[in-house]
């Protein structure tokens, strides 16, 4: 039985999670109209959960051993309770992307730079996207409108109509 935008429920979050993915990415893609605005609100309500969370972190002393034998005592930040319950949820609604390349970055470079980060996507929205909102909430004082919908005329072929969604 389709849905909303003509779909099962199954084939919509699927889309949804992949497309909200390229758009936390990208900062901005082309679509349909119609799946524009299904994606607005999934993307906002994903940014709003990392936005309440980002600063939760935990300093931890642990003890390790060094290359020589000796043990060393090692200060570690991990994630508190409420930023590793909003990763894992965040986790759930997008798809994982793999880390790219940058232009003119050697084999070598681009394996030491992704060396610790096994989700680049997840990690991108705690490290530069919440940061960025959380800021902007506090100078405008208020929440959500991250992303914005600019209608782009109808597309060749089949006349849909399309629009371009990206984060503001």
Not at 39 to 45: A, F, G
Not at 47 to 52: G, K, S
Not at 68 to 95: F, H, P, T, W, Y
Request: aromatic share 4%; proline share 4%.
């Amino acid at each position: 039985m389709p849905g909303k935008i003509g779909m099962t429920a199954t084939q919509r979050v699927a889309l949804l999670r992949n497309q909200a993915a390229c758009l936390l990415w990208h900062g901005r893609i082309e679509t349909t109209k119609g799946k524009a605005k299904e994606l607005q609100p999934y993307v906002e309500k994903i940014i709003t959960l990392a936005i309440n969370s980002y600063e939760d972190t935990v300093e931890e002393t642990v003890t390790v051993t060094n290359e020589k034998g000796k043990e060393v005592q090692q200060k570690i930040v991990k994630d508190g309770a409420k930023k590793l319950a909003a990763r894992r949820a965040i986790m759930n609604k997008v798809d994982s992307l793999p880390e790219v390349k940058a232009p003119g970055e050697s084999k070598k470079e681009f394996k030491v730079r992704t060396k610790n980060i096994k989700h680049p996507l997840i990690e991108k929205i705690f490290n530069e996207i919440a940061p960025k909102y959380a800021e902007r909430a506090k100078e405008l004082g208020q929440g959500g409108g991250y992303t914005r919908i600019y209608l782009n005329g109808q597309r060749k072929g089949d006349a849909a109509e399309t629009a371009i969604i990206e984060l503001v």
